[in-house]
């Protein structure tokens, strides 16, 4: 795997499920409710997180004005089955506020923010910021995960840090624009982006043991 065009096509060819939920991979993307899910995602099970969404969904708190108005006691109880819900209770009512009183709205917010101020937040990591950029705001954020180190692990490459991983995923694909079209011929960057971390994600879901992906598939 000399470079992440070859694996994204390889990828592509298994027809992975990626767009089963929502065009863009992460399911309700393009609203609030994937900034709630990316910091209640952290260290936890995804449909544990759906559990604790579907929580707030009953209390109307998928939004910013929806989380702003119910107390962090009834905020920790709605998402408990996340996991770490004290920290992430604080965190969520912190970050729900400077988002309020910086951008005003949600569209503004999708509009106006950028990496630098997420990840200024407390509890806003790499991740948790592009996960929010490109899956909430549809912005060109490639996601890398634990998932995609290990990947990336199994194919022989040894990455000193997220930016180091996240810049061969997207070296890979600036100088294929035109082998890109043919796998995504409407589909802008942002969400090329999306669906490859998507991808990624879906294959390990199945092909991960322990530390260890199996890539036959891949290589074959």
């Known amino acids: ?20 939920r929502d065009p863009w991979w992460w399911p309700n993307s393009g609203t609030y409710e994937v900034v709630i899910g990316a910091v209640l995602t952290q260290n936890t099970k995804w449909q544990k997180v759906e559990e604790a969404l579907e929580n707030l969904r009953t209390l ?22 996340a996991g770490f819900y004290n920290t ?14 910086k951008f005003g709205d949600f569209e503004t917010f999708q509009a106006e923010v950028d990496r630098r101020w997420l990840l200024g937040k407390k509890g806003i990591g790499e991740e948790t910021a592009d996960a929010i950029l490109n899956y909430a705001c549809y912005g060109e954020a490639m996601v890398v995960d634990s998932y995609t180190a290990a990947l990336l692990r199994a194919f022989g490459y040894d990455f000193e840090d997220y930016r180091g991983i996240q810049g061969w995923l997207i070296e890979g694909l600036k100088d294929y624009d035109i082998k890109v079209r043919e796998l995504f011929p409407r589909e802008p960057k942002a969400q090329i982006y999306a669906l490859f971390h998507g991808m990624i994600v879906e294959y390990c879901k199945r092909y991960k043991k322990g530390k260890s992906v199996d890539v036959g598939l891949l290589e074959g």
């Open 1 to 20: 795997m000399t470079n992440s065009y070859e694996l994204l096509k390889v990828l592509y060819t298994l027809q992975l499920p990626i767009q089963a």
């Open 88 to 101: 992430k209770a604080k965190r969520l009512k912190l970050l729900n506020q400077s988002i309020g009183d």
């Open 60 to 81: 109307e708190a998928l939004t910013i004005e929806g989380l702003a108005k119910i107390d962090e006691e009834s905020l920790r109880e709605a998402i408990k089955p």
